[in-house]
């Protein structure tokens, strides 16, 4: 099964969640990263959570290896197994080519790396870890929502069945013991699945970077910002 697109040429313009995530917030703010390469300023980014983000890969890995599910979703009674194609998921996760789809039309491509994957029958299940310092309030998963979308609709156009939903898994610190381990409780999250919505998030975005700058948002602190310089 063919999972990267065909590329003669280098892509227009390469999307991922993020920027999406940047579209739906500011338009403007979307363009001018993607056309001028012109971000929003931002400060230092915490490593911790990409630190934790990589132990819990090698720890599910290490559990992969014998074929049997880590006791975080044992103890939440997750009833599928870990994707087995191990070279396969080393792609999807890798931040620079991760699952791609190209909208021949436009020659620009949507790509997302996945934490990891679940198989259920013949569907995949995307999962996804999130690190939190407190407690999972009720719109906490609501955050991630387009994150999950896109993951699913990249897996369908590269020709997999995904079921109609996705987990969140929330690792949380609960306290530390006389050792100085941390002790990590967790939360598992499912999350229905919107394609439509990521497709037409995906081919609005296209229909942006093809026309002139959006005007000014009213909402973005940034368009404030900038136009008040």
Known sequence: MNTMPHQKTKPLYMLSPSSLNLLQDCPRCFWLSMVKKQKRPSGAFPSLPSGVDHLLKMHFDRHRAKGELPPELNHHRVEARLFADMELLKLWRNNFKGIQYIDEKSGILLRGAVDDLLEHGSKLIVLDYKTRGFPVKDDTSAHYQDQLNIYNFLLRKNGYETEDFAY?????????????????????????????????????????????????????GFCKWANNE
């Open 168 to 220: 969140l898994l929330f690792f949380i610190p609960e306290s530390i013991s006389e050792t100085g381990h941390f002790v990590f409780h967790t939360e598992l999250v499912k999350m229905a699945i919107n394609i439509r919505h990521a497709e037409e998030l995906f081919h609005r975005a296209i229909d942006i970077l093809q026309n002139g700058i959006p005007d000014v948002s009213e909402k973005c």
